[in-house]
């Protein structure tokens, strides 16, 4: 199994939870990072100063709002300023909240599309040439939520099947060069905002591990897409404990 020594990966959302823990399994792996964050300041730099301390210069950062369509092709272009190539694009970014019917408002809908669909095609696209010069790949985080809505959560869940659907879509525009896949994952981490114990439980009963998975099973994924399989491509991975099965 190669590792990924030389090879660049630029992540959304990385600075904190799940993006930072894919961060950390793939440059241990030997990759390049490349972190991009919003609002994380300080937890983007914190990330990138722990990854250079393990090797120097394999890790630097970049500010960006996803939803400002014409500056996309600006993080590309710095990506390979800074390291010469860009093997490995993935969007983890993210926006999540309920949108009550009756309530949901143009601008949560504007939201939670461009998080979720809008960006990550308009990078990817931005992404497809230095892709495929390197024979790389995206992932594409999407949510079970976007095979299985998810009640009072309507707007996201569309956002999220339209994403499973972008992956198959870029799967076939960009082969052969470049493999497409995504991860769906279910319960891993909480809302960060998330105090309702008693709902946790009763989704966690709905699993068929009967159990909340880790990050390091999304990174895991992640890995095992990235560097040992060659021949997958269109395929979106359901990381849910069995949650599926008994929607």
């Known amino acids: 199994m190669a590792e990924l020594t030389g090879k660049t990966v630029l992540i959304t959302g990385a600075a904190k939870r799940i993006g930072a823990v894919i961060a950390r399994r793939l440059h241990a792996a030997g990759a390049r990072i490349v972190i991009h964050y919003r609002t994380s300041s300080e937890a983007a730099k914190l990330l990138a100063t722990e990854l250079n301390v393990e090797r120097v210069q394999s890790a630097i950062i970049y500010q960006a709002n996803l939803c400002d369509i014409k500056q996309l092709p600006k993080i590309i272009d710095y990506v390979l300023l ?3 190539r860009l093997d490995v694009l993935i969007n983890n970014a993210s926006s999540f909240y309920p949108t009550l019917v009756g309530e949901i408002t143009e601008q949560q809908w504007d939201d939670l599309l461009c998080s979720n669909l809008k960006a990550p095609l308009f990078l990817s696209q931005a992404a497809a040439s230095a892709l495929q010069d390197s024979n790389g790949c995206i992932i594409n985080m999407i949510d079970i939520h976007g095979m299985r809505p998810m009640k009072g959560h309507s707007v996201y869940s569309a956002a999220k ?7 198959q879509s870029l799967a076939r525009e960009l082969g ?4 497409v896949n995504g991860i769906a994952p279910g319960a891993i981490l909480w809302p960060e905002d998330e105090v309702n114990q008693v709902s946790q439980i009763e989704l966690l009963a709905k699993t068929a591990l009967k159990k909340q998975g880790s990050p390091d099973d999304i990174a895991a994924t992640v890995l095992f897409l990235v560097r040992d399989a060659p021949y997958i491509t269109g395929q979106v991975i359901a990381v849910d404990g069995g949650r599926m099965l008994n929607h």
Do not use: D, F, P, Q
């Open 176 to 179: 052969e060069k470049v493999r």
């Open 82 to 84: 800074e390291y010469g």
């Open 161 to 167: 099947a339209g994403l499973y659907m972008l992956t």
